[in-house]
């Protein structure tokens, strides 16, 4: 009997001790037993003010623990939303996230933040944060090149919605290096079709990039590709006139040098056709538009 007592009064403390756990996070216990486990591990988190998480978060950024400062801003995020303390937590998640190269986690967290908070003093720091993440998931031109669209999307909010901030200076240059990326993918293909010589389909290409990326750094391939192009095909005109506008605006260029070589070779100068779309498109060019 003394062992059976024993059993009942150790069971029976054991049944306490998890009570009073439980209590303490204001969760209660059912007879059936059937309460999913707990990590009393995080338990501090759901409990510990926002205030101190927020500056356990910043303690964390400053000692380089990213990862854990994540767990704070986040663990503020979900158990005080809409409050100022969510706010700034919010902010901070954004930025952490980015710092950490989390960049989805990053956007996600922003675009919340601009929904929630679209007029606050923050604002232009965490549109300028999203346009970061999605600069940093741009990848070589060889590849998709979604993420260069969606830079120059949301770091032109930056320059249009915020133009007195700090940040309009880098999200200029952001976009001109997403503008820079999308001209060289159409370069790739175009180049792509030249190679096959299927030129209309790469002067189709070409003829994008002088047009809408006029001031990227591929515009003088392009007008040099086009020459090429047209060349090849026998519309020495517009041949002419693309290395006419390339030798005006880019008279040192070793693309001119080569184009000017080849019209030569076939007893052609470059001549421009005001006429053609060509010119009218280097009036764009000239004003650097």
Do not use: H
Not at 56 to 85: C, H, S, V, Y
Not at 177 to 197: S, V
Not at 208 to 233: C, H, K, P
């Amino acid at each position: 009997m003394a062992n059976v007592r024993s059993s009942v009064i150790g069971k029976t403390a054991r049944v306490a001790v998890v009570s009073l756990v439980l209590a303490g996070v204001g969760m209660t216990t059912t007879a059936c037993g059937t309460d999913p486990d707990i990590d009393i591990t995080k338990l501090g988190l759901a409990t510990d003010p926002p205030e101190q998480l927020y500056n356990q978060g910043l303690a964390n950024m400053k000692a380089g623990n990213t990862g854990e400062a994540i767990r704070k801003f986040d663990a503020i995020d979900k158990q005080n939303p809409f409050t100022e303390w969510g706010r700034k937590a919010l902010v901070m998640l954004t930025f952490a996230n980015t710092r950490q190269n989390r960049n989805d986690e990053a956007i996600a967290a922003g675009n919340r933040y601009l929904k929630q908070y679209p007029r606050s003093a923050d604002s232009a720091y965490v549109q300028y944060l999203v346009g970061l993440s999605y600069s940093k998931q741009i990848s070589d031109v060889t590849q998709d090149q979604r993420a260069a669209s969606r830079t120059i999307e949301a770091m032109n909010k930056v320059v249009k919605d915020y133009p007195d901030s700090e940040y309009v200076d880098d999200a200029q240059a952001k976009i001109r290096f997403a503008r820079d990326q999308l001209a060289g993918k159409e370069m790739q293909i175009g180049r792509y079709y030249l190679e096959r010589k299927e030129y209309l389909a790469a002067i189709q290409r070409f003829r994008l990039v002088v047009e809408q990326y006029g001031n990227t750094n591929q515009i003088e391939e392009a007008l040099a590709r086009l020459v090429e192009s047209y060349y090849a095909m026998g519309i020495a005109e517009e041949a002419q006139t693309a290395a006419a506008v390339l030798g005006r605006n880019y008279p040192d260029s070793q693309w001119y040098a080569d184009s000017y070589k080849l019209l030569k070779g076939g007893g052609l100068e470059p001549r421009e056709n005001r006429g053609s779309w060509i010119s009218r498109a280097a009036i764009k060019l000239v004003a650097g538009e």
